[in-house]
C-alpha cells in the first residue's frame, strides 16, 4: 500500500515522504478499510514538528481518521460491517490506504456522504460534542467564548452553541474567517488581529460574564479567559497551538504563561476548569467516543451541523495540507483524497 511516512520532526516538506509499506492484517476485534481519503486535525501539525508527545517516534504513519470501506474483519467483529461504506478514528495510521481500527470506533455512512463533510465529523466533531454536550452542556442563554472559530473544530462548537441557544464570542483571524462566522449567525466578532480579545470581548459583555470558554490556544489566552468567566463558569482546554509558536523555548515559555491554579480558588469562584484529549478518551471509553462521533452524524442528517470544508488536497500534497494548516488561514476541514 501507499502510505505518508513522518520520517523525523522538522518542515513537513522535508520530513513527510509517500512511500509502499506493507499491507496491515486486522486483529482481533479490528476492521481493515480501504481508504477514500483522511482528514487532519492540529495534533498532526504539532506532530510533525516533534511536539505531540502522544505520537509514534519516526517513522511511523500519522492520522486519526479514514472514510473507506471495510475489506476485511478480524475475529470476533459483529457481522454486517464488511463492505460497508465508513467514517473510522484510526488512532494514527490513517495518512495511508489501508488502515486497521478498533471495529467500535467505526460508523456506517451513507454511499453518497461527501468526503470531506463525513470527515469533518470524526476527531473534531466528536471533539466538539463531547465537549459542549457531554463535558460542559452548553444551555439555552449560555454566553460562550469559542477561539479559534472557523477551524475544523471551532465552526462545529459555534453551530452547536447556536442550536442550543447560546450567545457566541467567536475569536478569528481576518474578515473572511470573520464573515464565514456572520454567516453562521454568530453574534459577537471578535478580530484577533485587531488587538486584545479579551479587551474586547470584556467590553461587550459589560456587566455579564462568561459562561463558557473552549478554548484550543492556550499559553497567554488561559488566565484571560478564566478571567472573563463568571460563577458556575467552565474553560475547556483542548489545545495548544501557541506552543508552536514558541520558538527554542516554546515548551517553558507556555507553561509559565499558563501560570498556575490553586484549586481551592477555582471551589471559592464556582468555576471549572475542564481538560480534552479525545486520544485517551478513545483509549479508555472508546463507546463514549464512537457516541459523540454519532451525535454529530444525527445533527448533520438533521440538517442543522454543516461543516465547511476547505477544497480537498489530492494524495501527492499532504505536506502543503500541513502547512496550510499550520498556517492558520484555512476555513473549516482540511482533508486529503487517495482517488
Same mark, same amino acid.
Given at each position: 500500500?501507499?502510505a505518508?511516512?513522518?520520517t523525523a520532526h522538522? /518542515?513537513?516538506e522535508?520530513?513527510l515522504?509517500?512511500c509502499e509499506?506493507?499491507?496491515?492484517?486486522?486483529?482481533?476485534?479490528q476492521?481493515?478499510?480501504r /481508504?477514500e481519503?483522511?482528514?487532519l486535525?492540529?495534533?498532526?501539525?504539532m506532530?510533525?514538528?516533534?511536539l505531540?508527545?502522544?505520537?509514534?517516534?519516526?517513522?511511523c504513519v500519522?492520522g486519526?481518521?479514514?472514510?473507506?470501506?471495510?475489506e476485511?474483519?478480524g475475529a470476533a467483529?459483529p457481522?454486517?460491517?464488511?463492505?460497508?461504506?465508513?467514517?473510522?478514528?484510526t488512532?494514527?495510521?490513517?495518512y495511508?490506504?489501508? #488502515?486497521?481500527?478498533d471495529?467500535?470506533a467505526?460508523?456506517?455512512?451513507?454511499d453518497?456522504?461527501d468526503l470531506?463533510?463525513?470527515?469533518a465529523l470524526?476527531?473534531q466533531?466528536?471533539?466538539a460534542?463531547?465537549?459542549?454536550m457531554?463535558?460542559?452542556?452548553?444551555?439555552q442563554g449560555?454566553?460562550v467564548?469559542?477561539?479559534s472559530?472557523a477551524?475544523?473544530v471551532?465552526?462545529?462548537?459555534?453551530?452547536?452553541?447556536?442550536?442550543?441557544?447560546c !450567545?457566541v464570542?467567536?475569536?478569528?483571524?481576518?474578515?473572511?474567517k %470573520? #464573515?464565514?462566522?456572520?454567516q %453562521?449567525g454568530?453574534?459577537?466578532l471578535?478580530d484577533?488581529n485587531a488587538?486584545d480579545?479579551?479587551?474586547a470581548?470584556h *467590553?461587550a459583555?459589560?456587566?455579564d460574564?462568561?459562561?463558557a /470558554? &473552549?478554548?484550543?490556544v492556550?499559553g497567554t *489566552?488561559?488566565k484571560k479567559d478564566l478571567?472573563?468567566?463568571?460563577?458556575?463558569?467552565?474553560?475547556?482546554? &483542548?489545545?495548544?497551538?501557541?506552543?508552536?509558536?514558541?520558538?527554542?523555548?516554546?515548551?517553558?515559555?507556555?507553561?509559565?504563561n499558563?501560570g498556575f491554579?490553586v484549586?481551592?480558588?477555582?471551589?471559592?469562584r464556582?468555576?471549572?476548569?475542564?481538560g480534552?484529549?479525545?486520544l485517551r478518551?478513545s !483509549?479508555?471509553?472508546p463507546q463514549l467516543?464512537a457516541?459523540?462521533?454519532?451525535?454529530?452524524?444525527?445533527?448533520?442528517?438533521?440538517?442543522?451541523?454543516?461543516?465547511?470544508?476547505?477544497p480537498l488536497?489530492?494524495?501527492g500534497?499532504l505536506?502543503?495540507?500541513?502547512e %496550510?494548516?499550520?498556517?492558520g488561514?484555512?476555513?473549516g476541514k482540511?482533508?486529503v483524497?487517495?482517488?
Amino acid at each position: 500500500m501507499q502510505a505518508w511516512q513522518l520520517t523525523a520532526h522538522g /518542515s513537513p516538506e522535508q520530513v513527510l515522504r509517500l512511500c509502499e509499506l506493507p499491507d496491515p492484517a486486522p486483529k482481533p476485534g479490528q476492521v481493515l478499510i480501504r /481508504s477514500e481519503g483522511f482528514g487532519l486535525n492540529f495534533a498532526d501539525v504539532m506532530a510533525v514538528k516533534g511536539l505531540y508527545r502522544d505520537a509514534p517516534p519516526p517513522p511511523c504513519v500519522l492520522g486519526y481518521e479514514v472514510v473507506g470501506r471495510v475489506e476485511r474483519c478480524g475475529a470476533a467483529v459483529p457481522a454486517g460491517l464488511e463492505g460497508k461504506r465508513v467514517l473510522a478514528f484510526t488512532r494514527f495510521g490513517g495518512y495511508a490506504q489501508l #488502515a486497521c481500527t478498533d471495529h467500535r470506533a467505526v460508523a456506517v455512512i451513507p454511499d453518497d456522504m461527501d468526503l470531506g463533510t463525513a470527515l469533518a465529523l470524526a476527531t473534531q466533531g466528536a471533539t466538539a460534542w463531547y465537549m459542549a454536550m457531554v463535558a460542559a452542556p452548553l444551555q439555552q442563554g449560555d454566553r460562550v467564548l469559542i477561539h479559534s472559530a472557523a477551524g475544523g473544530v471551532g465552526q462545529l462548537l459555534v453551530q452547536v452553541a447556536l442550536h442550543q441557544g447560546c !450567545e457566541v464570542f467567536a475569536v478569528a483571524n481576518g474578515a473572511e474567517k %470573520l #464573515a464565514y462566522l456572520k454567516q %453562521l449567525g454568530a453574534q459577537h466578532l471578535v478580530d484577533r488581529n485587531a488587538g486584545d480579545y479579551a479587551a474586547a470581548v470584556h *467590553t461587550a459583555l459589560g456587566k455579564d460574564r462568561l459562561d463558557a /470558554s &473552549f478554548n484550543a490556544v492556550g499559553g497567554t *489566552t488561559f488566565k484571560k479567559d478564566l478571567a472573563l468567566l463568571g460563577a458556575g463558569g467552565k474553560l475547556v482546554l &483542548f489545545g495548544g497551538a501557541e506552543r508552536g509558536k514558541g520558538g527554542a523555548f516554546g515548551d517553558l515559555r507556555f507553561v509559565w504563561n499558563m501560570g498556575f491554579i490553586v484549586p481551592i480558588f477555582l471551589m471559592m469562584r464556582s468555576k471549572s476548569l475542564i481538560g480534552v484529549n479525545m486520544l485517551r478518551l478513545s !483509549e479508555h471509553k472508546p463507546q463514549l467516543v464512537a457516541a459523540c462521533m454519532q451525535g454529530a452524524l444525527g445533527a448533520l442528517r438533521e440538517g442543522w451541523l454543516k461543516p465547511k470544508v476547505h477544497p480537498l488536497f489530492n494524495a501527492g500534497q499532504l505536506p502543503q495540507a500541513v502547512e %496550510l494548516l499550520d498556517s492558520g488561514k484555512s476555513i473549516g476541514k482540511v482533508a486529503v483524497r487517495w482517488n
